[in-house]
C-alpha cells in the first residue's frame, strides 16, 4: 500500500468523524499539485485554496487539517463518503448532483488552451477541439462542452507538467490548463519550457469550489460552518487580503 494511503487513514483514524461545528476539527482533501492555488509544498499542502479555506473554516470556529492527495483520488474519496470534502472543483453538468455545493466558488480561472509556440492558432474555443489530440491532467474539468465531447482524443496525464512536455514532444496537439498553474509552471522550469508554448484559446472560465460530501457523516453540517465562515472573511477584508497576496 502506498506511504500517502497509509498516512491519509492514520490522519482519518486519529480524528473523530463529527460534524464540523465551532471548537470542532475537519480533515480536507487539498490537491496537491495545482500550485499556486494548492499543491504539495515541502511535504504540506499549502496555495490560495488552503489560505481562503483555512480562514474560513477559521471564521466559523473549526480548525481544519489538509491531506494532500491528487485530485482525482481526493474527488473519488468524497464522492464515496471516505473525505467530508476536497478542493478544488469546477461545477459543470456532470457533477452537479455529485457533491454538496457551497454558496459561492472560492474564486475563478481560465481553463486555457496551449500549444507550441510555432503555432498558427488563435482564438480557439472547446468546438475547435473536435477530434483532436489533447493532454489533459486525470479527473481535471474543463467545462462541460470540452468535458462532454466525446470526439476529442484525450491523452490523460497525473501531472500537468507532464502533458506540456508531450506538447513539446509533438505527442499532442494542444494542452488544457489552469492559467497560474500554466504560468508557475513554465515560470520553475524556464530551461525546459521558455518559449515553447502559447496560448491559442480559451475553453472554460470555471469557479472553483471546495465541494462537500453528500455521503460522509456531518459533511452537511462543515458545509454549513464554511458558507457562514466564507461570508465573514468576505465582509472583513480577509478574503480580499488572500486574493491579493497570491496575485
Request: with cysteine; charged share 20%.
Amino acid at each position: 500500500m502506498p506511504a500517502w494511503v497509509l498516512s491519509l487513514l492514520a490522519l482519518l483514524s486519529s480524528l473523530c468523524m463529527v460534524p464540523a461545528r465551532a471548537g470542532q476539527s475537519i480533515v480536507v482533501g487539498a490537491e496537491d499539485d495545482w500550485y499556486p492555488y494548492s499543491g504539495k509544498v515541502n511535504g504540506d499542502a499549502h496555495g490560495m485554496a488552503e489560505d481562503i479555506v483555512r480562514a474560513a473554516f477559521a471564521a466559523a470556529g473549526v480548525e481544519v487539517r489538509f491531506v494532500s492527495l491528487p485530485y482525482a483520488r481526493c474527488i473519488h474519496m468524497v464522492r464515496t463518503g471516505e473525505l467530508a470534502a476536497c478542493f478544488d472543483t469546477s461545477r459543470t453538468r456532470e457533477n452537479e448532483q455529485d457533491f454538496l455545493w457551497p454558496t459561492h466558488p472560492m474564486f475563478s480561472s481560465k481553463a486555457l488552451i496551449y500549444a507550441r509556440a510555432d503555432s498558427v492558432d488563435h482564438n480557439l474555443g472547446p468546438a475547435a477541439l473536435h477530434g483532436k489530440r489533447v493532454a489533459v491532467t486525470n479527473g481535471y474539468e474543463y467545462g462541460s462542452d470540452f468535458d462532454d465531447d466525446g470526439t476529442i482524443i484525450r491523452e490523460v496525464t497525473n501531472q500537468t507538467i507532464y502533458s506540456f512536455r508531450m506538447l513539446e514532444l509533438g505527442r499532442v496537439q494542444y494542452v488544457l490548463a489552469f492559467e497560474k498553474v500554466a504560468n508557475y509552471l513554465i515560470n520553475a522550469n524556464q530551461r525546459e519550457f521558455e518559449g515553447k508554448f502559447k496560448v491559442v484559446g480559451l475553453s472554460a472560465q470555471n469557479d472553483l469550489y471546495c465541494v462537500f460530501s453528500r455521503k460522509f457523516q456531518g459533511a452537511a453540517a462543515a458545509l454549513e460552518s464554511f458558507n457562514r465562515g466564507f461570508e465573514t472573511i468576505q465582509a472583513d477584508g480577509t478574503y480580499r487580503t488572500i486574493l491579493t497576496t497570491w496575485r
